[in-house]
């Protein structure tokens, strides 16, 4: 406390002026902009007048949209975008939002000359501090995937950060991440050049009009209604930061933008002694939980703390923000951690602690893309990630944007995340989280228990621990008793976890007994017609035949007009006009299934499902059934309605999502406990027990099968993950994606997902791999890992990517062939420390027979020792 004392009573502090920037005046217009005329109609209206919302005016105008309207209910750039930090930095936890800034920092650059606004855009580079050894090791995996971008960056020693930087105290450092292309910028001016830059190419920004709702007929946006009257338009772009959960509130059509703010504080020193150089280094110390940039010869330094104070959870906030007031003690912690970190400081004289509103998401990271619910409602926001519109103005423009910004998109969440009470909980945990060390298969502790199985209760008192996913929680695995759960809950590493023997002891019995995983999470929807049109319209939507006898089952994709995998799903025939299917949340083609009226009828099931797996299944499931489950009575990939214990109209598959034996029972919710406790009863001789998604994602990569959001996204077609024979090419029938996968099949693949099992890997003491990890061959870079897991088979791991061939002559991309796969000296990067690897196009099964004859002599020549 001292320190800070000291720091206040030597200058004298008092709070000063409006806040850190000066919004310039908007030039667009003369007087009051009242005074100009609201037009009647336009293609596009944006709504907010800060550096989000004039970069997609900007983007738009530069992809030959005209008739654009911006509308801000204040000044322009009187909201968050005043008291910005100013920090453009690629430092994120996902490769999307380290693009974003790549792209950002240059684009800044680029405004000054198209323009000649200034917009104070320094590039400074930044130092990504680390206090301990596992925060080392996050900025080493951060710098292996940066590099796979072509980001300039280095892992540096504390000797060197005090070279780069004379303030930073280095004492208790063991390195850091350097990245030099860093910058920093003034908000408020960015957003001036990129107004200036907009109007420049006909787009017309009104001040002082308030959007009060927007206006939805059938499904798409026709108008938006402001204080000054109505304007008629096409697409709607919220861009109100603050305000855009009110306003996707306030229409008759309900738009959930999941948006909590929460204070934000940073303190603002005058010139040093010995000002600070503009391009003085950001520093970045998250073990301290602080950043500093220079700032006008001082110094601007603030941070994520953990105890957040959230705010407008009650309603509408302020017309313009305003700093709020100061919080000394609130601070203190920060400020401690900056003295620290910087002891010269205490010296320094204050000019102004500011307190600003800041928003977050339920994740952290940034918002943007077409609503669900609504076509032609845009949103785009969540400051604190880069502003890298250009993708949402892609977007609007071709129907897609040119890059995978699925962990981006506003479809990731549902209504449930839209709960005031939810986000203002959440908010409270994800702002620290910015700066907490966070280690592969970390989990929210917020919002949680929101959507569980019939069976969670019971799970629960077995051991289960939990993950979530859209909101349902799934079991990641289940401690036997006796075990430590305190110790396994609070568990976090780099290295081999402490689930590792747990995990290994379901998967053993997956393979050689009987296993039973709730799946119910999974969403199944149900499509009946009068006729054929719910097959005719399947035909269309997926890649693969559906025209198949009723009870069998089939594995595809719905693309996109790319080819591109929008949903990996089966589809089960039930009867001659009636389907079912899983579906991704996001897909846009199901939202075209409710408007289809040849279609009777689209049914969101709620079923509870149970995953048995083994080879000792099909006994458990023929006592309680007393039907024969054997392949030649009940072939794979097919369906039956049969009664499972006392329970009628069970739906049985013979499929898994592993790879292994087993069938899906999809079970009304009001069996749900009845049939989890009657095969529990009767599995016991079979060997039964719970198992969870951490062993089935150990199953189903060693059997390298791909699965969607993690291998598989709408960039990815069925040719180049070797799913080619699940493609109706044969077939005269029109699905979208044809004519891409024709075209592509002619030309050739540029990349292929392959399957990779490390080599001199030490499991027990080497960091292991996760996803995201670069892939070399022969010394150059070719792709990346999309997911990872030990495989307890071969007893080793088993990463899945893809790799590439380089790049022709003339810069273009060449067509990858087996040949290229198989003759190649394959190496993985974990954190810098490159392990060898086999690289495979097909599952290795002969490894798997291999292992088990090796095994096998192993046993026979310790019984003949004997």
């Known amino acids: 406390?001292?320190?800070?004392?000291?720091?206040?009573?030597?200058?004298?502090?008092?709070?000063?002026?409006?806040?850190?920037?000066?919004?310039?005046?908007?030039?667009?217009?003369?007087g009051d902009s009242q005074l100009l005329p609201l037009p009647s109609q336009a293609r596009v209206v944006i709504c907010g007048g800060g550096i989000v919302g004039t970069s997609v005016a900007y983007h738009l105008a530069r992809l030959g949209w005209t008739d654009i309207v911006l509308l801000e209910?204040?000044?322009?750039?009187?909201?968050?975008?005043?008291?910005?930090?100013?920090?453009?930095?690629?430092?994120?936890?996902?490769?999307?939002?380290?693009?974003?800034?790549?792209?950002?920092?240059?684009?800044y650059q680029q405004l000054e000359e198209e323009t000649g606004v200034k917009t104070g855009c320094v590039k400074t580079g930044s130092l990504c501090l680390a206090q301990n050894q596992d925060r080392f090791i996050s900025l080493k995996r951060l710098a292996s995937r940066l590099k796979v971008m072509g980001i300039n960056c280095n892992i540096i020693k504390p000797k060197e950060v005090a070279k780069l930087h004379p303030l930073v105290n280095i004492h208790d450092l063991v390195g850091a991440l350097h990245l030099p292309e860093d910058a920093v910028v003034s908000p408020p001016d960015v957003n001036h050049a990129l107004a200036v830059a907009s109007a420049g190419q006909g787009v017309q920004i009104l001040e002082r009009t308030s959007v009060q709702q927007v206006l939805v007929e059938k499904g798409c946006v026709t108008a938006v209604e402001t204080d000054r009257g109505s304007i008629k338009c096409e697409y709607f772009?919220?861009?109100?930061?603050q305000w855009a959960y009110e306003l996707g509130q306030a229409s008759e059509t309900k738009v959930s933008v999941p948006l909590h703010g929460c204070e934000h504080f940073y303190l603002l020193t005058k010139p040093l002694q010995e000002p600070?150089?503009?391009?003085?280094?950001?520093?970045?110390?998250?073990?301290?939980?602080?950043?500093?940039?220079?700032?006008?010869?001082?110094l601007l330094s603030g941070g994520f703390e953990k105890?957040?104070?959230?705010?407008?959870?009650?309603?509408?906030?302020?017309?313009?923000?305003?700093?709020?007031?100061?919080?000394?003690?609130?601070?203190?912690?920060?400020?401690?951690?900056?003295?620290?970190?910087m002891p010269s400081l205490e010296s320094a004289e204050i000019h102004q602690l500011v307190n600003c509103p800041e928003s977050f998401t339920p994740d952290m990271r940034c918002l943007m893309g077409e609503t669900p619910g609504v076509s032609g409602y845009y949103v785009h926001g969540l400051s604190v990630a880069a502003i890298k519109t250009v993708y949402l103005a892609e977007w609007m423009t071709y129907g897609y944007p040119t890059a995978n910004v699925w962990p981006l998109d506003i479809k990731r969440f549902g209504n449930l995340q839209s709960s005031r009470t939810f986000l203002r909980h959440r908010v409270m945990e994800v702002m620290p989280l910015l700066y907490e060390l966070k280690v592969p298969r970390w989990d929210f502790q917020t919002g949680r228990q929101l959507r569980t199985s019939p069976l969670y209760d019971r799970l629960d008192t077995q051991g289960a621990r939990w993950m979530e996913k859209h909101g349902f929680e799934r079991p990641k695995y289940f401690v036997p008793p006796g075990k430590d759960l305190l110790s396994l809950d609070q568990s976090k590493t780099f290295y081999k976890p402490d689930w590792f023997d747990i995990v290994g002891a379901e998967v053993k019995c997956c393979k050689e007994a009987v296993c039973v995983i709730d799946m119910s999470s999974f969403t199944k929807f149900e499509l009946t017609s009068t006729g054929d049109q719910a097959l005719e319209l399947?035909?269309?939507?997926?890649?693969?035949?559906?025209?198949?006898?009723?009870?069998?089952?089939?594995?595809?994709?719905?693309?996109?007009?790319?080819?591109?995998?929008?949903?990996?799903?089966?589809?089960?025939?039930?009867?001659?006009?009636?389907?079912?299917?899983?579906?991704?949340?996001?897909?846009?083609?199901?939202?075209?299934?409710?408007?289809?009226?040849?279609?009777?009828?689209l049914q969101l099931l709620f079923f509870s499902a149970l995953n048995l797996i083994g080879p000792r299944a099909m006994d458990v499931l023929a006592e309680l059934s007393y039907v024969s489950m054997t392949p030649d009575h009940f072939p794979?990939?097919?369906?039956?309605?049969?009664?499972?214990?006392?329970?009628?109209?069970?739906?049985?598959?013979?499929?898994t999502h592993t790879g292994e034996p087993g069938f899906m029972l999809y079970i009304p919710i009001e069996y749900a406990l009845h049939v989890y406790n009657e095969v529990m009863s009767v599995g016991q001789k079979y060997g039964i027990r719970n198992a969870g998604y951490y062993a089935l994602r150990s199953?189903?990569?060693?059997?390298?099968?791909?699965?969607?959001?993690?291998?598989?996204?709408?960039?990815?077609t069925p040719l180049e993950c070797g799913r080619e024979f699940r493609v109706k090419f044969d077939k005269d029938t029109d699905f979208i994606g044809r004519e891409a996968l024709l075209q592509q099949r002619q030309d050739g693949v540029t990349r292929r997902f392959v399957m990779l099992v490390l080599e001199d890997h030490d499991t027990e003491l080497d960091l292991w791999p996760w996803w995201g990890e670069p892939v070399y061959r022969n010394g150059q870079l070719a792709g990346t890992t999309t997911s990872s897991a030990y495989s307890y088979t071969l007893e080793r791991h088993v990463c899945l990517g893809f790799v590439s061939p380089p790049l022709g002559p003339e810069g273009l991309p060449t067509p990858i062939t087996p040949d290229f796969i198989n003759r190649g000296d394959y190496e993985v990067d974990i954190a810098g420390q490159r392990y060898p690897a086999k690289a495979k196009l097909y599952p290795f099964s002969s490894l798997f027979t291999q292992q088990k004859r090796r095994k096998d002599d192993m046993e026979l020549s310790n019984l003949q020792g004997k």
């Open 538 to 601: 399947l035909q269309h939507l997926c890649a693969n035949d559906l025209d198949v006898p009723v009870g069998h089952i089939v594995h595809t994709g719905m693309l996109n007009e790319r080819g591109g995998y929008e949903n990996d799903c089966s589809v089960v025939r039930l009867s001659k006009n009636r389907f079912e299917t899983s579906v991704q949340w996001h897909c846009r083609y199901m939202w075209a299934l409710l408007t289809r009226k040849s279609v009777k009828c």
């Open 636 to 655: 794979s990939m097919f369906c039956k309605e049969m009664s499972v214990g006392y329970a009628n109209g069970i739906r049985v598959m013979s499929m």
């Open 73 to 107: 209910q204040g000044r322009l750039g009187a909201g968050t975008t005043r008291l910005c930090a100013g920090i453009v930095s690629v430092a994120k936890p996902i490769s999307i939002e380290c693009q974003m800034a790549n792209y950002s920092s240059s684009l």
């Open 1 to 30: 406390m001292l320190p800070r004392l000291r720091l206040l009573h030597q200058t004298g502090y008092r709070l000063v002026g409006r806040g850190l920037w000066t919004s310039p005046r908007c030039f667009t217009v003369s």
């Open 699 to 716: 199953l189903r990569i060693e059997k390298f099968f791909a699965f969607w959001g993690q291998d598989l996204d709408a960039f990815t």
């Open 276 to 298: 600070l150089p503009p391009n003085t280094p950001v520093v970045i110390d998250m073990d301290g939980r602080i950043y500093a940039r220079p700032w006008q010869g001082g």
């Open 307 to 341: 105890n957040p104070k959230p705010i407008f959870t009650e309603g509408r906030n302020q017309l313009e923000i305003q700093n709020m007031q100061e919080d000394w003690d609130h601070f203190e912690p920060m400020l401690s951690a900056l003295l620290r970190r």
């Open 237 to 241: 772009v919220s861009c109100a930061g």
